[in-house]
């Protein structure tokens, strides 16, 4: 069967202009830190630093695991740009410490980013939105297997309730109790609670989506085609074989659909600046059906990243892309 053609999709919305970078002052790029997805957020914020001291900017790269909260104070940074991947990045930890220390950031606040990192609450608050999210149960260390994992059918998918990147997440495809307890067991390295899903069997998109409120808009759509529809961490980061396709090739009025429904999703937790849903898209019946997954309100920077990668198919380059994620950067408490 041909591919659809690939058409042009909504942005849901104009960009605004981007700011003058005199303008913006001294800004830190906070990057590094101390959770597992360190690595990556080093090469997302290294990427993120030198763009924007190519534009002009005042830019000054922070490592807050190996620099205290007093030096970050000290730096008299007017803004910061949080490229901190994880734990202490994204959960509202860091935003926490930027509120006190009086320094606008960028992306989420911080009732957003502990709600975006809790893939169960954040699954709780779309349910009562009203938008499509797999089935699923949960469990914590030391309790017995739940009661209702019949219902998700035998394919599913076992993470840790507030990892990224992909850590401690293992797919399963059949109802062995042995290797679901060794899935369970592998998401408690990294998490006391673990998320069992529903598997949606499909292709795999993300949704881009920049702004605030009712000026929220979504990005071209891109779909990932891992090796075996595996998107772990090395097809993930460092893979040549996984595609991405940008605009994703499907039906406008889908793409559109799909697109509206990321900006609900965004909106419900209150997220804010910029951030990336991840969606399955599966066949029922001959109908294409999109699941939500997840919210990633600091997402990848690196040269494999897909927000970047969605921001070019709408014309926008990187450090235009940069730009504009730091000139939405500010307070949220007493604001």
């Known amino acids: ?73 000290a730096a008299g940074f007017d803004r910061v740009f949080l490229i901190l991947h994880g734990r202490f990045g994204e959960d509202g930890a860091i935003q926490g410490v930027l509120e006190m220390l009086r320094i606008p950031y960028t992306g989420s606040g911080v009732q957003a980013s502990a709600i975006a990192i809790d893939k169960i609450t954040t699954k709780r608050i779309w349910e009562s939105a009203g938008l499509p ?6 469990h914590c260390r030391g309790d017995e297997l739940p009661q209702d994992l019949g219902r998700l059918g035998a394919e599913l998918v ?70 075996e529809a595996n998107y ?6 460092f893979s040549a074989a996984t595609q991405y396709l940008c605009p994703a090739p499907i039906d406008a009025q889908l793409a559109r659909r799909i697109s509206e429904l990321c900006i609900r ?9 910029w951030g990336r849903i991840d969606v399955m898209l599966r066949d029922e019946e001959g109908v294409e059906r999109p699941y939500l997954l997840e919210i990633n309100t600091a997402p990848g920077m690196t040269d494999h990243s897909l927000v970047p990668m969605a921001a070019r198919a709408a014309g926008m380059s990187f450090a235009e892309l940069a730009l504009q994620i730091l000139g939405d950067a500010r307070l949220e408490i007493g604001v």
């Open 1 to 73: 069967m041909s591919e659809p053609p690939i058409l042009p999709q909504p942005s849901q919305g104009p960009a605004p202009a981007l700011p003058a970078p005199h303008q913006l002052g001294k800004v830190g790029v906070l990057f590094g830190g101390r959770s597992s997805e360190r690595d990556i957020s080093i090469l997302s914020g290294t990427a993120v630093l030198r763009a924007l001291q190519q534009s002009g900017v005042d830019a000054h790269g922070f490592d807050p695991a190996t620099h205290t909260i007093a030096q970050l104070e």
């Open 232 to 237: 772990d961490y090395h097809n993930k980061y």
């Open 158 to 227: 076992v993470k840790p309730v507030s990892e990224g990147s992909t850590f401690g997440v293992t797919k399963l495809s059949s109802g062995d109790r042995v290797a679901l307890e060794n899935a369970i067991g592998e998401a408690l390295k990294f998490d006391r609670r673990v998320l069992i899903e529903e598997q949606i069997i499909g292709r795999e998109l993300t949704c881009a989506v920049l702004g605030e409120g009712r000026s929220a808009r979504a990005l071209p759509l891109v779909e990932i085609r891992a090796p």
């Open 265 to 273: 999703a965004y909106q419900s937790i209150g997220a804010r600046g």
């Open 133 to 138: 999210t797999p089935a699923w149960t949960s």
